[in-house]
């Protein structure tokens, strides 16, 4: 069973100037407890309406990774393998798609994989491999496609305004 968030204990680190997010962030323990608490209902959940005698087969141990960093997790399994968690599901690494979004947001204005990965282990203390990121742009490939082949009109309209700004001056006065 997992200790309990001290709040506590959070508020004085807090105090002390300690950050919420990052490496060793005050959040990440109430992230984790809260998401195993999550996990737990599920399968309670699973294991009372499976029509099968089933019951709990231990936890699997995977680190998931978050906007407020990472932790290891707990995820509950069954003897019959049939339990699909929801909130993670299996083999699934991040708690929620919000670090896909800022890997796609810095890619599209223009920083590298390398930038990426320095800024992402900078802000969060998570390690994101190449790899990772490589394949979280590759979701954009089919969208930047649709956009270079989409069907253009024949006819834009351009207005071209051209303008000379002079300082002048007058009776020692300079009007603009």
Known sequence: ?????????????LQ?????TGKEGILSPLIKQLTEAALNAEIEQHLEQDKQPNRRNGTSQK????????????????????????????????LTDEMDRQILSMFSMGMNYR???QHVEDMYGINVSIGTINSVTDKL???LKAWQQRPLDSHYPII?????????KEEGRLYQ
């Open 1 to 13: 069973m997992t200790q309990s968030f001290d709040f506590e204990q959070a508020l004085k680190a």
């Open 16 to 20: 002390a100037g300690k950050n919420l």
């Open 63 to 94: 680190t998931v990774k978050h906007a407020s960093g990472s932790f290891e997790l707990d995820a509950p399994r069954d003897r019959q393998s049939t339990f699909e968690p929801q909130l993670i599901k299996k083999h699934q690494t991040t």
């Open 115 to 117: 930038n990426i990965h």
């Open 141 to 143: 490939l089919p969208e």
């Open 160 to 168: 071209w305004l051209d303008a000379i700004h002079y300082k002048v």
